[in-house]
Structure formats: structure tokens, C-alpha cells
């Protein structure tokens, strides 16, 4: 499963998927949105990275119309500006976890992203045992 990095900070993208790719998972940025969600519905991603706070449309509007197309996809958000509000819309649409930028270190995101694609694999196999009965 694919992994897509959104942030309109092209080098936050940047740092992320090399971080990601380094530690052997498949991830895909893009700093526009709108043609991220364009990406998902094409893709077979299993986890979006996105930022919350973003022009044309917010990380929560993203998550939201993502999920309306796969409710399966797992999705972490990250922030440079801490709003309680925009993090209570986040996790009640269905985010995993958020964390806050700059980050010290992208280990925990990494271990939150293997979460999340474990987390799929055994959405797969239950539904793959309750087709076969």
C-alpha cells in the first residue's frame, strides 16, 4: 500500500517521503490538495499524510471527501498551527492521530504510518474470512 504526503510546504513533503522511502514504504507527496484528491481516487493508497491548514482546501476537507471514496484509508495529520477546533473536526472525520510540526524527529510518524498499514491488513483479512463463509 501507498502512502500520500500532503503539505503545501513542497519541502515538507520532501523530507517526509525521503524519511518514509528510506525506512522501505512506498510514499508519493504533492503540495496541491485538490490534485491529491484527484490522486486518491485514482491510486491504491492505504495512508494520507496531510497538513490541516492548507489554500483551496484544508486537510480536514481533504480527509473527509477521501474517506467518502475509501473508508478504509488511514489518515494522520500534521499542523504548524494548533487550533483545537480543527483537531476535534480531524479526529471525529476519522484521523488516526495528528502530529505537530517542525518535527524533531519523524520516527513516531513513521511507527504511526506502519500502524495504520497493519491496521488495514487486518481489515483485509476479516473481510477476506467473512467472504468466505
Not at 15 to 44: F, H, K, T, V
Not at 60 to 83: D, E, M, S
Amino acid at each position: 500500500m501507498k502512502i500520500l504526503v500532503v503539505d503545501d510546504d513542497s519541502s515538507i513533503v520532501d523530507s517526509i517521503c525521503r524519511y518514509l522511502r528510506r525506512e522501505g514504504l512506498a510514499a508519493e507527496g504533492m503540495s496541491d490538495p485538490l490534485n491529491a484528491l484527484q490522486q486518491l481516487e485514482s491510486g491504491s493508497y492505504g495512508v494520507l499524510i496531510t497538513d490541516i491548514l492548507m489554500p483551496g482546501m484544508d486537510g480536514v476537507g481533504l480527509l473527509r471527501a477521501a474517506k467518502r471514496k475509501n473508508p478504509f484509508l488511514q489518515v494522520i495529520l500534521i499542523t504548524g498551527q494548533v487550533r483545537m477546533n480543527n483537531l476535534l473536526e480531524g479526529f471525529a472525520a476519522g484521523a488516526s492521530n495528528c502530529f505537530f510540526k517542525p518535527f524533531e524527529s519523524l520516527t513516531a510518524l513513521t511507527q504511526e504510518v506502519r500502524s495504520c498499514l497493519a491496521k488495514i491488513e487486518r481489515i483485509r483479512e476479516v473481510l477476506e474470512q467473512r467472504s468466505q463463509l
